[in-house]
């Protein structure tokens, strides 16, 4: 039987990714351009061989090129845990993976919609939040999700907006998806192919902005994720 996955975010990541211009008392230097908070005991799991695989986006973070801070390395160093870091380029595809049993990972980093899915089917295991200590630290306002109202499986990592960009020569301006949203409006135009990573605040949004965002695909020119 497949392993269930446990889709806790990469908190930890988060935390070394936090530059600071100075190290203050009470803080662990991990590189020269960042620290930690020395009120946790970020080296209980050295010498113990734990390795963490983990399954994430594409470019989510950031890996030492262009000047930036090396986070999968960092927090190695930091915690002496190992880290087997890899990236896919959609959901679908993680998710493929996943069922197919090729591959476990002890954390992944899914959009939403797919949580829901991976929930439904049995693919995630719930989070022991004692080993969570800093989610208390995140407002409100993202706690508890339709596609998990309790955060039994999930934590936030991040939230992304879907925007509707128009070039300057459309003489027609689009303010909202109703004047888009008719057979035709959509001609020479492409749309990202990954627009139901979207967040939700009212109830039914979710069903009706995807039915919207499924309707613009049918009828637009191209679809596109890759080269935005």
């Not at 070039?167 to 749309?191: M, R």
Request: charged share 20%.
């Amino acid at each position: 039987m497949m392993k269930r996955i446990a889709a806790l975010l990469l908190t930890l990541a988060v935390a070394l990714c936090a530059a600071l211009p100075a190290f203050a008392a009470g803080t662990i230097e991990v590189t020269e351009d960042v620290s930690v908070s020395d009120a946790y005991d970020w080296t209980r799991f050295k010498g113990q061989n734990v390795t963490l695989n983990v399954y994430n986006w594409g470019e989510y973070i950031s890996n030492g090129s262009d000047d930036s801070v090396d986070v999968v390395a960092a927090f190695e160093k930091l915690t002496g845990i190992k880290v087997n870091y890899t990236t896919f380029d959609s959901n679908e595809s993680l998710y493929a993976k996943l069922k197919s049993g090729a591959a476990n990972y002890d954390v992944i980093i899914p959009s939403d919609y797919m949580v829901a899915k991976m929930i439904n089917e049995g693919m995630l295991a719930p989070l022991d939040y004692d080993n969570i200590p800093n989610f208390q630290k995140i407002d409100a306002g993202y706690r508890n999700p339709d596609y998990d109202p309790q955060n039994a499986y999930t934590v936030p990592y991040m939230l992304c907006t879907t925007g509707i960009i128009t070039g300057k020569h459309n003489e027609q301006k689009h303010t909202d998806h109703k004047k888009v949203d008719q057979p035709g409006k959509l001609q020479n135009k492409v749309i990202v192919d990954q627009g139901e990573h979207h967040h939700d605040r009212k109830p039914g949004d979710h069903t009706k902005n995807l039915l919207t965002l499924h309707g613009w695909l049918g009828t637009s020119d191209q679809k596109d994720s890759d080269h935005i």
